[in-house]
């Protein structure tokens, strides 16, 4: 499906569904604008708005194959993005899904192409439709208003990932259990993820005037500061979540490791006070003639010096403090 909007500069007006071969003439203009949409595409489709703007075989491949990671490529009349907003479903064994949105930015053009419905997208085109405050700034203002959507939506992300942080370390003290691991392990998983899809996008806008920055009008370039500021909250607090999931995991273990040794303990205090009760009873026990075998009170004897031992060395662990 291919979706076209078009500012008129001398109108001051959006149009909208604009045949493809009349791309030319809109383009003559440097005042106007044309973005052009390509949601659910096929191979034809691309191939068709390559044409019209001589898009690079290189950047039509990228286009056709999925890349796991965001970046810039710069050709000789345009810039080639790639972006990725982000699907949360913590009931699924994935709890990110990368939806991948291709950019390409000319001086008066913008071509975008995603294979599923992206809500910052159709947010910028409802306005679209609607006047002219998003188109009349520039092609650089109209992506700033699409990745700003984006990375609008990895907040609430991050905000539930902190939450399930908060809810795992209060279970860590209560009831630690082999289900805490999986969650640890899972938030270790989902925020590696996300650190992975937010850093190169950082590296995009980080820095406007370097090697791979594209054209920023003067008037646009407080909004593009904004952006990279929430990039690296996002950032800094993933940063936070990692450390603070690492450290939950060593205290887990920690933890489970005292418990481990508390039960040897208790095991080897047993095995310890059961070791010379062990040796008592066996040499009764032996099938030779022992002396005072055959007396009444014998048996009540031996009775009382295993609960005497015993007692005599609980006495002496207790006064070691080792229980």
Known sequence: MI??????????KVLHDINLDHMEQWLASPDNLIWIDLYDYDADEVNQVARVFDFHPLAIEDVLHASPRAKVDRYDRYFFFVFHALRYDEESDDELTLFELDVFLGKNYIVTLHRSALPAVGRVAYHC???????NRGPDYLIYAIVDGIIDEYFPIV????DRIDE????????PARETTDEMLALKRTLLLLRKTVLPQKRIFSNINGRYSFEVHEDNRPYYLDLVDHIERISDTIDTYRDLVNSAMDTYFSIIS???????????IISTISMPLTVVTGAFGMNVPIPLNDAPWMFYAIWVSMFVLSALMLYWFRRKKWI
């Open 3 to 12: 979706k076209t909007y078009i500012f008129d500069a001398q109108q001051d």
């Open 159 to 162: 905000e539930r990932l902190g």
């Open 129 to 135: 439709l609607r006047g002219t405050r998003l188109m």
């Open 258 to 268: 005292n418990r481990t040794n508390e039960i040897m303990r208790v095991l080897t």
């Open 168 to 175: 795992l370390e209060d279970e860590l003290y209560i009831n």
